[in-house]
């Protein structure tokens, strides 16, 4: 059993208050002390991993700050007023007309379904993040915001209320009460566009809102362009706008890009975007994108969406009346903390301001709802409020009062016939419940598709499942197996499924070309499978960690004990004086890594110091309220860093910082290429990659003694290699390894990442040193930080051929970042070189790898350890021969494809599963196929780029008359504001085809497995 949160102390810090109206609202905000919590999708996600402090102002009562209506402002002109608190999804039901449009395309892309139920208008605006949809759409619209307190009424605009990155003009004791949105004329038009994937709940790279306004005579008299995402605050390009003003329509695109550098050019020319009109953008440099793209994407954004709303003839008159739409009412102010919970009526302990989920799991035991990131972005946590869904992680237990929660527990109680039962059947059928974690959000937001769309396109069920993530499935059996629930014919025939009655009287061969159910797909597709975070004894205690910030550090550790009496809550600490070998490894001459360091961190998010404790109290606590003194020390970043001259060794056993060396070398690769007719080169680099399980680490370790008092732990934990981390745990506590118990949960996904020890260790620590069950779950965060990675690699190589285009030579030089400690370094070094010149038969080979120390996170196992990286290498330099040579990639493949009988780079000759020829030679039809399909796509995108289409929204004539590169105001997909399917048209198709080999094994050290069979005495084998 989970254990229960401590019995509420209703109305005691922090407080928890619905309120009734507007003049409670702001009387209680005038009293000072009070956060306003609208639809909490940005409160929660900043708050992971610590507990709620603040008292919160619920607003999901006050009528006055819903609803959506067309009414005259205080200056007498139409506008139409948006409440603060009415939500995203409200609105993209609620504005059909085309004047908003703007407004309904940014509702549809806030976040997935569950967000949009939850997130509302007004809080968009008062978290005011760089990257909100609504603040860039607003103030291209020329919004005014009214806000309230009990001083009075005050209306500012949108550039005067968003002040920066996360600062607003709004006072502690006001409230954004109303938004209003200036009717405009009836040739206004406006849009939206932003560059992000939504389905991947990606935040937006670049966003722009267009508001345009044509006089009688058809010229520009308004222009408003907006960019989001590009500065700390949204900013309009008013210089630009200037330079549009007074222009006709019918001239407008061509004026736009006769400000760009010449006609034709795709992309804003440097001048533009040095100059004026750009000034007022300051994007950042980050991952996912550079600054110069963004300044790039904004300005193309810019000039797609001003050619088409001057070129779109859709009369936008503005129509608010059949608009106008009011949220549902919430249920009565005052209620207690009850609500229903799968049909019955609960009375709730957790505070009001707690996480729905962590209520459902550790109050109600519901633990069917699972939780990956506590921040709205897996989806995991779905759940159905009131039939609508939500991710529970970001909902507050009170906003729940009085109303209807639905969890993955209720399907299995559904009526037979009903959509519920025939998801969790799909579910089991179509193989859609892998690793399992998902399963639970995926049915529920899978339940809200069906129950509005009885039967769905494939695009709204990819639509209504977008708010969920899954790492194991591709999505594709997820798809198909609500379409089939709703009997919708799946893209893909079916397999028959095999009989699901127990393997020992399954006919022989029914099994072959028959889809198996998974032996545990039910449990998981009810939420019973028990992962991680799902399980713990009562009386555990909780486990903090706190790490590192920087990547190379000294630290020394100051007063504990006062420390650990100044935090009530607080048992105490566990530093690495409680392992008794702090060490460990997968490799046991390897073992470097300490679970907790000793005064010297070589990695940022290493552990300092763990705190036991009360839930409560160790979550509260942060790094900068513990003695931990910390010096930085530069960090060596990458492996040339780490390889320099003089540079510090990370440890002391490797003073060079390599970690270890792999070479693989046959025949004379210099002389073959020196001699060769044709070689080509090319260097690589690829980075790190997170393995992103949604399952966060999780787990729990307790302490016992046998009948005879020898001491045992047992550690339920999810884990990819149980038997390593027994060994690794006896090893560390000094114990026999018959004395370490490893129970395996569920695992909620791994990819490699689950290979290491991680959690292990510091729950058995502290469960020993406190002689209590201690329990830990990672956040999302810590998890990311702290676990390992995929390699990143610098690869170089060389692919030559023979006058005949033999393949004749290769050869490959790659350095492995291994980061701050060894994991499995060696095996991506020694892996490497075995597989890097590819399944093919090459007379001459060097393939030579290091795998070196860096400060950077740790480089771990991860689906493939290396081989992918240098597959990545090899397989563009084959296609580029085979370019070179004037031959199809596929052909040349088959030619040199390694066959039975081949030997290989290092000598071993193939025997069995040489079946790459016979693989390709299955798929030489589909590639065909594939290619011509490609080509006539392909053919037919340039002809509609030459004569666009009439039956588009935008009128083909008319852009062809005006001189606009038509294919980009040709719109595929009016709704979305996102730019990869509004112009599927300007799309071109590209067919390739890689090959892989991948050895399995564990490559450099011993790859044990045993079986024990016995005969019982009925003559029956046991294995
Ligand atoms: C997975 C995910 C994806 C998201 N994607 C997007 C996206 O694509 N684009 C985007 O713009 N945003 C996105 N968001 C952010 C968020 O959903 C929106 O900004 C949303 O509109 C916030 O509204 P809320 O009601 O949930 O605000 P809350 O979280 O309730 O409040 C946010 C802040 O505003 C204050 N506040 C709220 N209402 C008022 C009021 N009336 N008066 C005074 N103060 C108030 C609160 O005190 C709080 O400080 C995403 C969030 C998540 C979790
Ligand atoms: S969205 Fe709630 S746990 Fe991830
Ligand atoms: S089955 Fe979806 S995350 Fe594993």
């Known amino acids: 059993m989970i254990p229960r949160t401590a019995a509420p102390v209703r109305d005691a810090l922090p407080r928890y208050r619905r309120a009734v109206d507007l003049d409670e609202a702001l009387h209680l905000l005038s009293r000072g002390g009070w956060t306003p919590l609208a639809g909490g999708t940005d409160f929660y996600p900043a708050r992971v991993g610590r507990p709620v402090r603040e008292s919160l102002l619920d607003l999901g009562s006050i009528e006055a700050l819903r609803g959506i209506e067309l009414t005259r402002d205080a200056e007498g002109s139409e506008v139409l007023r948006i409440g603060a608190a009415t939500t995203w999804s409200t609105i993209a039901r609620a504005l059909p007309g085309a004047r908003l449009l703007a407004l309904r395309q940014a509702a549809r892309e806030i976040g997935g379904v569950q967000v949009q139920n939850r997130a509302t208008i007004g809080g968009n605006l008062c978290h005011a993040s760089p990257a909100a949809d609504g603040v860039a759409v607003l103030l291209a619209l020329e919004a005014r915001l009214e806000l309230a307190s009990v001083r009075g009424r005050r209306r500012l605009a949108v550039d005067e209320f968003v002040l920066g990155a996360r600062r607003t003009a709004l006072e502690p004791d006001e409230l954004l009460v109303a938004i209003e949105v200036p009717s405009g004329s009836s040739r206004a038009r406006c849009g939206f566009l932003k560059l992000g994937h939504r389905h991947s709940l990606v935040i937006s790279i670049a966003m722009v809102a267009v508001s345009l306004d044509f006089d009688a005579s058809d010229r520009l008299e308004r222009c408003a362009i907006a960019v989001g995402a590009c500065s700390p605050a949204a900013v309009r390009l008013r210089a630009l706008e200037a330079k549009l003003l007074g222009t006709s329509r019918s001239a407008l695109a061509h004026r736009f890009e006769a400000l760009l550098a010449g006609e034709g050019a795709l992309l804003a020319s440097e001048a533009l975007l040095a100059g004026e009109v750009l000034a007022p953008l300051q994007p950042i440099d980050d991952v996912r994108a550079t600054a110069t793209y963004r300044r790039h994407a904004a300005v193309e954004l810019a000039r797609r969406l001003v050619a088409e709303l001057a070129l779109d003839d859709t009369p936008s008159a503005a129509r608010f009346a059949d608009e106008s739409a009011s949220g549902a009412p919430l249920a009565a102010t005052g209620v207690a903390l009850r609500f229903r919970v799968n049909g019955r009526e609960r009375t709730i302990a957790s505070p009001a301001s707690a996480r729905l989920s962590d209520c459902l799991r550790d109050e109600l035991g519901l633990t069917g709802t699972k939780v990956g990131c506590h921040a709205g972005d897996c989806g995991a946590c779905t759940v159905l409020l009131d039939g609508q869904a939500v991710c529970s992680c970001i909902v507050a237990v009170g906003q729940c009062a009085g109303r209807e929660v639905l969890t993955v527990e209720a399907l299995a109680q559904a009526a037979p016939g009903s959509i519920e039962q025939a998801l969790r059947r799909s579910f089991v059928d179509n193989g859609a419940a892998q690793c399992g974690i998902c399963t639970p959000g995926m049915l529920m937001a899978a339940v809200d598709v069906l129950r509005r ?557 045993s079986m024990q069979a016995g005969l019982r005495a009925d003559g029956r084998v046991v294995l």
């Open 453 to 1009: 769309h009885p039967r769905p396109t494939p695009e709204q069920v990819v639509d209504g499942l977008g708010g969920v993530l899954c790492r194991c499935t591709g999505y594709r059996k997820i798809i198909e197996a609500v379409l089939s629930a709703a009997g919708v014919d799946a893209t893909a025939p079916a397999l028959p499924l095999a009989p699901a009655s127990p393997v020992a009287s399954t006919p022989v061969g029914a099994a072959v070309g028959a889809r198996v159910p998974r032996l545990d797909a039910q449990d998981k597709v009810d939420g019973l499978a028990r992962y991680g975070a799902d399980v713990a004894p009562a009386d555990a205690c909780w486990l903090k960690v706190l790490r590192s910030p920087h990547a190379a550090a000294r630290f020394a550790y100051g007063d504990l004990d006062a420390f650990v009496a100044a935090h009530p809550g607080l048992l105490g600490v566990v530093t690495a004086c409680d392992i008794p070998f702090n060490r460990f490894a997968i490799f046991p001459d390897l073992r470097d890594q300490p679970a907790i360091a000793e005064g010297v961190v070589r990695t940022l998010g290493e552990a300092l110091l763990v705190l036991v404790g009360e839930r409560e109290a160790v979550e509260a606590i942060e790094l900068r309220d513990a003695p931990v003194h910390l010096t930085a020390q530069p960090a060596l970043a990458s492996p040339r860093e780490a390889l320099g001259g003089g540079a510090r060794a990370l440890h002391d056993s490797h003073p060079d910082n390599v970690l270890c060396r792999g070479r693989v070398a046959r025949g004379d690769v210099d002389a073959a290429i020196a001699a060769a007719a044709v070689s080509i080169d090319a260097t690589m680099r690829t980075r790190h990659i997170e393995h992103a399980y949604i399952e966060p680490e999780a787990g729990y370790a307790q302490w016992s003694r046998t009948d005879d008092g020898v001491e045992r732990v047992t550690i339920f934990a999810c884990t990819q290699t149980p038997y390593m981390d027994r060994s690794e745990l006896a090893s560390m506590f000094a114990l026999d390894p018959s004395q370490v118990r490893i129970v395996p949960s569920a695992v909620g996904g791994g990819f490699g990442g689950k290979l290491d020890v991680s959690i292990q260790p510091l729950l058995a620590a502290a469960a020993r040193r406190f002689g209590r069950p201690a329990r830990i779950v990672y956040t999302r965060p810590e998890s990311m930080a702290s676990t390992t990675k995929r390699h990143p690699a610098r690869m170089q190589a060389t692919i030559a051929a023979d006058a005949d285009g033999r393949m004749l030579a290769y050869r490959f030089e790659g350095e492995f970042d291994t980061g701050a400690y060894a994991s499995w370094g060696p095996t991506v070094a020694n892996r490497v070189p075995i597989h890097a010149s590819g399944p093919y038969r090459v007379a001459h080979v060097r393939a030579l790898t290091r795998a070196v120390y860096t400060n950077g996170p740790i480089g771990g196992a991860f689906r493939g350890f290396g081989v992918p990286q240098s597959t990545l290498l090899n397989e563009t330099l084959v296609d580029r021969l085979a370019e070179r040579l004037g031959v199809d990639p596929l052909e040349y493949r088959f030619e040199h494809a390694l066959r039975a009988g081949d030997r290989t780079a290092t000598g071993q000759r193939l025997q069995a599963s040489a079946g790459l020829q016979a693989c390709l030679a299955a798929l030489r039809p589909a590639w065909r196929d594939a290619r011509a399909r490609a080509e006539a796509f392909n053919a037919q995108a340039a002809a509609t780029q030459r004569t666009p289409t009439p039956s588009t929204p935008v009128q083909g004539a008319r852009a062809a008359a005006v001189g606009t590169r038509a294919s980009e105001v040709v719109v595929a997909d009016r709704a979305s504001s996102d730019p990869h399917r509004r112009y599927a048209h300007a799309r071109r198709r590209g067919v390739g085809v890689a090959c892989m080999w991948y050895g399995i094994g564990n490559t450099v050290i011993a790859n044990p497995s």
